[in-house]
């Protein structure tokens, strides 16, 4: 909806909107990168699988607003109203909620690390499943807010629960599904996802290859390759030089991990977090990492080529000279990201948005380009509708 007007703003990347009157309206999809709303009207807002990284949101009223699967890294919502909004799958990385009302918010399998919660209210705010790496909860009201298999800002796992029958009798059961049950295609970019939720989660603490997973684990050189380590905790872990290949780190949180070369060629990261992880010359050679946060890390260096990074989030992460050829990288959100001297020739750019990126000296030769959101915010090939193969 790049251009779009609605209630006298324009929809798009860098868009000045202070004050702006849009309750109740759908802005689903939305590239707001970098805008100006504060204290903009939005409550009640869709803003479902939006961008809204670097965005300025200070004072604006949310209340009641649907944010699942948005992107709002480096934003700030700073005395933001908030209450009652739903944050499911976000990636949050590094936004800044100071005293901002997030009473009964829905934090439900997000990525806040390094958030900054100073003196919010968090009143019954649900954290189940959410990644809290690094983020700053100093004199925040958390009364009454729900923790289940919940990452903390220390690493620690607050609440594990590796098994359906635990998370059942500490979380609660799940409500009954009303209608008829949602047939999700293989094609669908939450399919993996869908899939991986049937897994149990490894246990804290499981050795697998003389490595202990848990946050701060030691295990560097070692030889997790195969393994299956969906839910694996390794926040704050130290990783360089492990082997990695093939192995299946679904919903993994590597945040502030060190891991630098590091091999995770073939490995399967659906929804897994890596923000601020440092993985300069990693190998992900071939690796799926659709959904996935990789926001803030270092991945200088680093081989991408031949992997899948559908709908990933890499907002501020720096791929200088990293080997991307042939990558897939449709539907990504990479503002601000540093791809500068990086090979990314042959690679699928649809439909991403690469605001504010840093493209100097980078190989494009043969790259994908259908509705892809420049640097300057400018969209090259556009095209009505879906791109090819979407």
């Not at 499981?206 to 202990?212: A, L, P």
């Not at 919903?251 to 502030?256: G, K, P, R, V």
Request: aromatic fraction near 6%.
């Amino acid at each position: 909806m790049a251009g779009t007007v609605v209630g006298g703003c324009t929809i798009n990347a860098f868009a000045k909107c202070h004050g702006a009157k849009l309750a109740n309206q759908s802005l689903q999809g939305a590239f707001l990168a970098y805008a100006d709303l504060s204290a903009a009207d939005l409550r009640g807002v869709n803003l479902l699988q939006s961008a809204l990284a670097y965005a300025k949101l200070d004072g604006a009223d949310l209340s009641g607003a649907r944010l699942n699967g948005i992107a709002t890294t480096g934003a700030s919502f700073k005395d933001a109203k908030l209450a009652g909004t739903q944050w499911v799958l976000g990636a949050l990385a590094g936004t800044d909620f100071s005293h901002a009302d997030l009473s009964g918010a829905n934090f439900t399998s997000s990525v806040l690390s390094t958030v900054n919660f100073t003196g919010a209210n968090l009143k019954g705010a649900n954290f189940t499943l959410a990644v809290m790496t690094g983020a700053d909860m100093t004199g925040a009201d958390m009364a009454g807010a729900v923790f289940c298999h919940t990452v903390m800002p220390d690493g620690s796992l607050r609440d594990p629960q590796p098994s359906y029958a635990a998370a059942v009798a500490n979380c609660g059961q799940p409500g009954k599904a009303a209608g008829n049950p949602l047939t999700i295609d293989a094609r669908n970019p939450y399919y993996p996802l869908a899939r991986e939720f049937a897994r149990e989660l490894v246990a804290p603490r499981t050795s697998i290859g003389g490595c202990v997973i848990d946050a701060r684990a030691d295990c560097v050189h070692s030889d997790l390759a195969d393994s299956v380590l969906v839910g694996a905790n390794f926040a704050y872990a130290r990783l360089a030089g492990a082997k990695l290949a093939n192995a299946n780190l679904t919903f993994a949180t590597l945040d502030f991990a060190e891991a630098a070369e590091a091999d995770f060629s073939g490995a399967v990261l659906v929804g897994a977090s890596a923000t601020k992880a440092q993985l300069a010359r990693a190998s992900f050679s071939g690796a799926t990492l659709v959904l996935t946060n990789l926001n803030l890390g270092n991945f200088k260096g680093a081989n991408f080529s031949g992997a899948n990074l559908r709908f990933a989030s890499m907002v501020g992460a720096d791929f200088s000279n990293a080997n991307m050829k042939g990558a897939q990288l449709p539907d990504t959100d990479a503002n601000g990201a540093n791809f500068a001297g990086a090979d990314l020739s042959d690679s699928n750019l649809s439909n991403a948005d690469l605001t504010g990126a840093d493209l100097d000296g980078a190989k494009l030769a043969g790259a994908i380009y259908c509705n892809t959101l420049m640097p300057d915010a400018s969209v090259k090939k556009p095209v009505k509708g879906l791109c090819p193969h979407q």
